[in-house]
């Protein structure tokens, strides 16, 4: 029996989404995410794996004249995406498919691809939830979902996604050499990061580059004024590349 939904809330209040009680739900990574993509007027989007659609509702909310599109392989999160969609009066179409086996109509290019992919190995636990585990766990499929969004990048355009920090390396395998940028999300300040966003301008022969990253907590557990500005005023975070 599926679990009820809760209402969580994003960009203080800006955006509203229905989530699983007890399935996997998005918070700090999916904000982060979407402040990552860099945005203009009018361009296509795509998310691989949207989930309740946080991330793509927070994309959105900074540019509400982007062509959206959202692939989520569970039925009933790809209708709850597309309720929470109109519950923002945002316009976006999700769309229920495997990422690895796309409907004919979204086997095109997208300017803007972005994912927050399962990135648990088998060194995981995987939950008891099935919904939450298909989420968290990517059973060794991790480097073919990084090939799955760039081959629907169109050249030119940018692929981001966000990660843990310890898959990096795998990760950069299955990416191009060159155009690519990392922008590590460290917990604290003296504390090595658990979450990294990666950004590849497709067709980029731009060198690799690591960027200062952002620290998310004070001391005090607090979130530091920089956190805060991307977490509640919806500020972009600055990668390197960011234009199309």
């Not at 918070?27 to 794996?49: I, S």
């Not at 659609?53 to 039925?75: M, N, Q």
């Not at 109509?105 to 990135?119: A, H, I, K, M, Q």
């Amino acid at each position: 029996m599926r679990c009820p939904d809760r209402m969580d809330w994003f960009l203080d209040g800006r955006v509203q989404a229905a989530q699983p009680e007890g399935g996997f739900r998005s918070g700090l990574d999916a904000v982060m995410l979407a402040a990552a993509v860099p945005v203009r007027p009018g361009a296509t989007a795509l998310e691989l794996g949207a989930g309740a659609g946080v991330a793509s509702l927070c994309l959105l909310a900074r540019d509400s004249s982007l062509r959206l599109t959202g692939v989520e392989r569970d039925p009933a999160l790809a209708a709850l995406a597309a309720a929470n969609a109109r519950a923002n009066g945002m316009t976006a179409d999700f769309v229920c498919a495997d990422i690895f086996a796309m409907p004919t109509e979204l086997r095109r290019d997208f300017e803007l691809v972005f994912s927050n992919p399962p990135f648990h190995g088998p060194d995981g636990i995987a939950p008891p939830d099935a919904s939450r585990s298909a989420a968290l766990m990517d059973n060794r499929q991790l480097q073919n979902w990084l090939r799955v969004g760039l081959q629907r990048t169109v050249f030119g355009g940018y692929f981001t996604m966000i990660l843990r920090a310890d898959r990096l390396d795998e990760a950069l395998a299955a990416l191009p050499a060159g155009g690519v940028a990392t922008f590590p999300l460290w917990p604290r300040a003296g504390i090595p990061a658990k979450r990294v966003i990666l950004r590849v301008a497709k067709g980029s022969r731009a060198p690799f580059s690591l960027a200062a990253g952002l620290v998310l907590h004070q001391a005090d557990g607090s979130f530091t004024p920089e956190a805060e500005a991307v977490l509640r005023r919806g500020e972009p975070l600055a990668l390197p590349g960011g234009h199309l």
